[in-house]
Antibody
Framework: EVQLVESGGGLVQPGGSLRLSCAAS????????MHWFRQAPGKGLEWVSL????????RYADSVKGRFTTSRDNAKNTLYLQMNSLRAEDTAVYYC??????????????????WGQGTLVTVSS | QSVLTQSPSASGTPGQRVTISCSGS????????VNWYQQLPGTAPKLLIY???KRPSGVPDRFSGSESGTSASLAISGLQFEDEADYYC???????????FGGGTKLTVL
């Protein structure tokens, strides 16, 4: 079974740091791009970051650029999100997801499946 | 403020057909395929439709997707109580070089 399991969430004070982990199983982790998303309480989905399959490139949403760092350990089948200088507006459930893509009939398709169960990060004093 | 635009709510009665719309621009829906995710209360998003109109294994054929220009739609036929959930559209954005989403549509089955 293809599965992603996040961990590392919790309560942290403004300005603090936290590292999230996402353990992958059931697929060849080293072959796939991976993403982090988040969902603030009662709000919609927001993309946070992506990392290439070999870790050679990362991209970030403007809202977290310079504060968050995504990395991966392909030997451990694990994705990480290092979050520094946390703000109240970073409070959210954080999800990791696998990036899948397909090119056929001259059409490029990209989608995310599966998503992990999520881990809650609360930034508050 | 979400990049893609969805109506915040939709409703229907069991057995009815409901359509949820998603509007974007030339940098996202206009040049890339659309995906739909279903989020049941208290759970993680689940892939419902990918590549605009393809269903993953296990998703009933009551769910279908379509696209026209810079807009996309999710249709649910034979509505069931278990379909009550939040539905999000998403697409790759070539300008932002990352995925973007709609704000979500809360579907209520009356």
């Amino acid at each position: 079974e293809v599965q992603l399991v996040e961990s590392g969430g919790g309560l942290v004070q403004p300005g603090g740091s936290l590292r999230l982990s996402c353990a992958a199983s059931g697929f060849t982790f080293k072959n796939d791009w991976m993403h982090w998303f988040r969902q603030a309480p009662g709000k919609g989905l927001e993309w946070v970051s992506l990392i290439y399959s070999d870790g050679s490139d990362t991209r970030y949403a403007d809202s977290v650029k310079g504060r968050f760092t995504t990395s991966r350990d392909n030997a451990k089948n694990t994705l990480y999100l290092q979050m520094n200088s946390l703000r109240a507006e970073d409070t959210a459930v954080y999800y990791c997801a696998r990036h899948l893509s397909d090119y056929s009939n001259n059409i490029d398709r990209d989608w995310f499946d599966p998503w992990g169960q999520g881990t809650l990060v609360t930034v508050s004093s | 403020q979400s990049v893609l635009t969805q109506s915040p709510s939709a409703s229907g009665t069991p057995g009815q057909r409901v359509t949820i719309s998603c509007s974007g621009s030339s940098s996202n829906i206009g040049s890339n395929t659309v995906n739909w995710y279903q989020q049941l209360p208290g759970t993680a998003p689940k892939l419902l439709i990918y590549g605009t109109n393809k269903r993953p294994s296990g998703v009933p054929d009551r769910f279908s997707g379509s696209e026209s220009g810079t807009s996309a739609s999710l249709a649910i036929s034979g509505l069931q109580f278990e379909d009550e959930a939040d539905y999000y559209c998403g697409a790759w954005d070539d300008t932002l070089r990352g995925p973007v989403f709609g704000g979500g549509t809360k579907l209520t089955v009356l």
